[in-house]
């Protein structure tokens, strides 16, 4: 089935030190690509979609400064939190719509990503 | 703006069984709706995926129903064991490709 790769599944970083997370989509091509973000014991908010060669769609409330989404490819999408702080802690997940006719579709989610700032 | 509901938050039941997590949502004008397993640090798992065309989908002991009108989602666990224990999430697929949370409920199963 279709799988999104997503790594690195744990990352301990510095105050003010940027961090990359990577989402692959492994078996299929993955048009555009959601990042959700969850706190401890909440579900999952989403903060942006992006779309393979284009600018991402921030979600209100989500700085796109800090919160850098790239999608260069059909296959690659990158979340770069840059200039990390403490209550930028969290984790963070990657979804793909996947496909079954032109009508119905699912979603394929990565293994997160467990962010700490310290 | 879409608004999906779980009930109950948490549930605590003895193993052996059977019970119903809810899921309501605001606006019927759905295209999917998604149950999701996600254990403590882990990534989601997809459990049942219902298009707006569907009523109902089943996988082993699990079963869920889809009724828009009403705008709500029932997922059944049969005979649920411990290691069913995990959040189970509800998401409700719009447009433009977008999936809305709930909240999510918790589940424990003891043994």
């Known amino acids: 089935g279709a799988v999104v790769s997503q790594h690195p599944s744990r990352v301990i970083c510095k105050s003010g030190t940027s961090v990359k997370i990577e989402c692959r989509s492994l078996d299929f091509q993955a048009t555009t690509m959601f990042w959700y973000r969850q706190f401890p014991k909440q579900s999952l908010m989403l903060m942006a979609t992006s779309n393979e060669g284009s600018k991402a769609t921030y979600e209100q409330g989500v700085e796109k400064d800090k919160f850098l989404i790239n999608h260069a490819s059909l296959t690659l999408s990158t979340l770069t939190v840059t200039s990390a702080h403490p209550e930028d802690s969290s984790f963070y997940i990657c979804?793909?719509?996947?496909?079954?006719?032109?009508?119905?579709?699912?979603?394929?989610f990565g293994s997160g990503t467990r962010l700490t700032v310290v | 703006k879409q608004e999906v509901t779980q009930i109950p938050a948490a549930l605590s039941v003895p193993e052996g069984e059977n019970l119903v997590l809810n899921c309501s949502f605001t606006d019927s004008a759905i295209y999917n709706l998604q149950w999701f397993r996600q254990d403590p640090g882990k990534g989601l798992t997809s459990l049942l995926l219902i298009q707006s065309s569907q009523r109902e989908q089943t996988s082993g002991r699990l079963n869920a129903s889809l009724d828009k009108s009403s705008g709500r989602s029932t997922l059944y666990i049969a005979a649920s064991q411990p290691g069913d224990s995990a959040t189970y999430l509800c998401a409700v697929g719009g447009a433009g490709n977008m999936l809305t949370f709930g909240g999510g409920t918790r589940l424990m199963v003891k043994p």
């Open positions: 979804s793909a719509a996947i496909w079954q006719t032109l009508e119905n579709y699912g979603y394929t």
